[in-house]
């Protein structure tokens, strides 16, 4: 048998081990699909197939010297230990990974596979929303405790609503005390895909309030809504 057909039978074996070990370490021959464990079986998982590499590629070219041997456990050892590295604390990567979209991308809504919209935390601590009000660009900041959406005033003014509209007679209580708004129905607001229609809202007066709020008139029009550590999830 020549060189080139034992090394193609070679390989050829250690591919099918290798896809046995792989199979096995995975399943571990489970009963039911309950019974598969990605948690203790993932690093098993990148293990063999580093290796399986490692040697497929010794194979096909050909015996490597003493000083490619060193290069090359080295190569592959340091990036055996990131992919384990890395599998082991996934939780903590994906969460640093949200807190830099909140300090890239403050406000962004981002639409889930799941249907719902979800909000990073920014560098403030604080949730922003960016959104469409009657089609103009708004960025709101999320108040639970205000009773309904909150436009500062050049944002109603974007938004299409004119001084003469504004009827500044409606007192509420504010954490800065007592103030006066003006009680309106925005047409649209928009966040991501999800469109809210006909929303009660206020406009504050004029160098009253920097940012507008997303208050609970808005909420209350979706099915649910949480916060999860630095993430904000809406369900619509």
Do not use: C
Request: no cysteine.
């Amino acid at each position: 048998m020549g060189g080139g057909r034992f090394r193609g039978l070679a390989l050829a074996i250690i591919v099918l081990i290798m896809l046995g070990a792989v199979f096995y370490s995975f399943f571990e021959f489970p009963t039911s699909p309950k019974d598969v464990d990605l948690d203790t079986t993932g690093p098993r998982i990148v293990a063999l197939s580093v290796l399986a590499f490692v040697f497929m590629a010794s194979l096909v070219f050909g015996q490597p010297k003493i000083r490619d041997i060193f290069r090359g456990v080295v190569f592959w050892g340091g990036l055996l230990a990131v992919l384990v590295v890395g599998y082991t604390f996934r939780g903590d990567l994906i969460t640093g990974g949200y807190r830099v979209l909140g300090a890239l991308a403050p406000g962004l809504a981002v639409n889930q596979e799941d249907g719902t919209i979800l909000v990073v935390r920014d560098t403030t601590g604080h949730f922003h929303l960016n959104a469409d009000v009657n089609g103009k660009p708004v960025t709101f900041l999320l108040d639970t405790g205000a009773s309904a959406v909150v436009l500062n005033y050049e944002d109603a003014l974007s938004a299409g609503f004119s001084n003469n509209d504004l009827n500044f007679s409606m007192p509420v209580s504010t954490a800065n005390g007592r103030a006066v708004v003006a009680p309106v129905k925005i047409g649209s607001i928009q966040i991501g895909d999800t469109r809210f229609n006909d929303v009660r809202a206020f406009v504050a007066q004029p160098d009253a309030l920097e940012t507008s709020l997303f208050g609970m008139s808005a909420l209350d029009r979706l099915k649910s809504w949480k916060i999860a550590g630095d993430k904000l999830i809406l369900t619509p």
